[in-house]
């Protein structure tokens, strides 16, 4: 960042410049990012982090015509990594409000903290299904279940034939297996056989499933995977003589940032569901898109756009608040958002703190995640 305005720290302590006890003075707010800044999730959270910190750059520095004390806490990889990171956040720090989270294991482990605290998390990733029932915890990503809601429907119309399910084995693929089986099954869709879901994080050789896949008779396949798993089964796919045999259907994290490029020629063809793309033809995207590609030599991921639009979200917030912003007007002032002009098209709040907002039908093509269409809006 090159703003003076905006100021970067750690979560180890540090001067208060503007605090959740609000502050009558218009001076600088503290605003808690909480992103894995170590570990596996770390790629994760450098685009949530760069996604974030873009706007406010773009923007003075400032949020809601405040100065902004970032302060960043890593979230780690395991829930009671990122419970004693939000705890320093909330209690120490004093934050006015929260961003981030990449993990549903965190986010269901800090619900208590947020909601009996009274401070705004609004989160950019981890967004569970069981995740209810809150007033002060806000997601600008999407529920775990919604990329195979997304896709259920268009894959029955377009399979001719029964579908394969595979995902890893744990919530989140249950929760996208689920999602997917909610829209499919009523568009008529035709299940070839039970689904499976490999151990996780073990499974390394996905030869024996790809070798059931082609014995099932399935005229496609959808599956979850993401990370080095999504590498490893997309290459596996392509070795094993799938790839443009039979397509392949999946949330859009199976192709989305770096693991794209891990996968190569192997992605070919790959059709995903995800609520943005680096190519979308908006006047929010023409700003954000090459924006963050000249300042991280990287095309934005569905994780850089959502951490964005929590920034745009907490700026109108905070302006909405006033001069004696505090956790609660601030929150009061989310809930009042209204539709948000985002790079992923216009989105606003549901009843559950989610987005209700467009998803698109991505195919890879010539190394890069392409929209072929819209597919729903979900998230009412």
């Known amino acids: 960042m090159t703003t003076a305005a905006l100021f970067l720290?750690?979560?180890?302590?540090?001067?208060?410049?503007?605090t959740g006890d609000g502050d009558k003075q218009n001076g600088p707010v503290k605003i808690g990012l909480l992103v894995p800044q170590s570990g596996t999730y770390k790629a994760l959270g450098d685009d949530m982090k760069q996604g974030f910190e873009l706007y406010v750059e773009r923007h003075g520095g400032k949020l809601g015509g405040r100065e902004v004390e970032i302060v960043i806490?890593?979230?780690g990889e395991t829930a009671d990594s990122g419970k004693a990171a939000a705890e320093k956040l909330v209690k120490q720090d004093r934050v006015l409000a929260v961003s981030g989270v990449v993990s549903s294991a965190t986010i269901n482990g800090v619900k208590d903290l947020f909601e009996s605290s009274k401070v705004p998390l609004v989160g950019s990733n981890a967004s569970p299904t069981t995740l209810t029932g809150t007033q002060y915890i806000w997601r600008t990503s999407y529920v775990n279940d919604e990329p195979g809601k997304a896709l259920g429907k268009h894959v029955a119309e377009?399979?001719?034939?029964?579908?394969?399910?595979?995902?890893?084995?744990?919530?989140?693929?249950?929760?996208?297996?689920?999602?997917?089986k909610s829209t499919f099954l009523p568009a008529g869709g035709q299940l070839a056989g039970e689904e499976v879901y490999t151990p996780f994080p073990g499974t390394k050789n996905f030869q024996p499933y790809l070798a059931q896949i082609e014995r099932s008779g399935a005229k496609a396949v959808f599956c979850f995977y993401a990370g080095g798993a999504a590498v490893d089964f997309v290459k596996q796919y392509r070795d094993f003589g799938l790839a443009g045999?039979?397509?392949l259907y999946a949330p859009g994290f199976l192709t989305e940032g770096?693991?794209?490029?891990?996968?190569?020629?192997?992605?070919?063809g790959v059709l995903?569901?995800?609520?943005?793309?680096?190519?979308?033809?908006?006047a929010a995207n023409k700003e954000f898109a090459p924006a963050y590609k000249s300042?991280?030599?990287a095309d934005p991921t569905t994780y850089a756009m959502a951490s964005w639009d929590a920034a745009q979200v907490l700026d109108r917030a905070i302006k909405a608040a006033g001069d004696t912003a505090t956790p609660e007007t601030v929150n009061a002032a989310i809930a009042r958002t209204g539709d948000v002009d985002s790079p992923r098209g216009t989105w606003r709040f549901n009843s559950g703190g989610t987005p209700v907002?467009?998803?698109?039908?991505?195919?890879?093509?010539?190394?890069?995640?392409?929209?072929?269409?819209?597919l729903i809006r979900l998230g009412g």
């Open 9 to 18: 720290t750690t979560a180890c302590g540090g001067a208060s410049l503007g």
């Open 73 to 75: 806490a890593d979230e």
């Open 158 to 180: 377009q399979a001719g034939g029964p579908v394969f399910l595979i995902a890893a084995g744990y919530q989140a693929g249950k929760d996208e297996v689920d999602g997917f």
């Open 245 to 247: 045999k039979i397509p």
């Open 258 to 268: 770096g693991v794209l490029k891990g996968q190569g020629e192997a992605a070919e």
């Open 272 to 282: 995903t569901a995800l609520n943005y793309s680096a190519d979308l033809d908006n």
């Open 295 to 297: 300042a991280y030599g």
């Open 357 to 374: 907002q467009p998803w698109y039908l991505r195919e890879v093509k010539q190394g890069t995640n392409t929209v072929s269409s819209e």
